[in-house]
């Protein structure tokens, strides 16, 4: 499975580790997962982004509820964020907003150069081991997996008692499964355009196009 990935130079240590952890354990199960690192403005397939308490969580941008006060569309009570950017709107995206810690990234229309952003608020994590942790769960979501209280990776919230953060075969291989089926790949074999060959297929992650999707990570 091949995509690109555009990482926050401020994540790049953390977010190369993450990274690297699911293509470990996604190799047990039969998925190379080949990552290519572009610049967001070349469009990426995951673009994993540094917010802190203040930054506009994405997933409320096209909310049509009273936005008078933007404290409730802050990341403040989460820990991570995953979002698809199909379909998503900005209309409650203004000049005050904050879209990355560092303010790098001021202009919104350069997110949806991304198909999944990933933003984690670093500023409500205690350490550079914590936020990979959450980076894992998060591209846990990007892979097709749903929050599980009784997963050690897929909790609801970092702060349960039986989140590691770590990956579990059980996550892989529901993941891979994912993967294999052709729910993150529209290439033309999996889409039945065309008949598979005896050349070794590799998937192309791709989006759900049917509807803007968002993930919660919460305290």
Known sequence: ???TIYVD???KSVGNNAINAWKQALSKHGVDLEVKYEKLENGVGI???DADNVTTRLDRTSDTVDVSNDSDFEMK???GLTVSTVGMELVNVDKDDKLVKDNTITEAGLLKKAKYIVQVNTEALKSDKEI???LKHELGH????????SDSLMTTYYSDPIFTGEITDKDASLAADNIRHGKFCDCATCTG??????QKHKPVLRINYAKQTTVNYGE
């Open 1 to 3: 499975m091949k995509t």
């Open 9 to 11: 130079p401020a994540l």
């Open 47 to 49: 673009a994993i982004l």
């Open 77 to 79: 009570e989460l820990g």
């Open 132 to 134: 990979e942790k959450v």
């Open 142 to 149: 990007v892979f097709g997996l749903q929050h599980d209280n």
């Open 193 to 198: 355009k065309v008949k598979p060959t005896k």
